[in-house]
């Protein structure tokens, strides 16, 4: 699998990167948050750095405050 050659920081990045493409209009689902849930266990991504890109991409009032990573 192509996670496996990317470093942690890409890692994260790839992350941060389909959790835009799959949250849209600032709604998550349940299906949604399953498969977010499961890339992030496949890709060792701290729940931290996962719940702060959630949470910016779901809280329009963040994105301003919230830098990206």
């Known amino acids: 699998m192509a996670?496996?050659?990317?470093?942690?920081?890409?890692?994260?990045?790839a992350f941060e990167?389909?959790?835009e493409v799959v949250i849209k209009g600032?709604?998550?689902s349940d299906q949604k948050t399953k498969f977010l849930e499961e890339l992030l266990t496949?890709?060792?991504i701290e729940a931290q750095f996962a719940t702060t890109i959630i949470e910016?991409?779901?809280n329009p009032?963040?994105?301003h405050s919230v830098?990206?990573?």
């Open 3 to 13: 996670i496996e050659v990317l470093t942690p920081e890409l890692r994260k990045t």
């Open 17 to 19: 990167l389909a959790a």
């Open 61 to 63: 009032t963040l994105s």
């Open 56 to 58: 910016r991409l779901t």
């Open 67 to 69: 830098k990206r990573s």
């Open 26 to 28: 600032n709604t998550i």
């Open 42 to 44: 496949k890709m060792s």
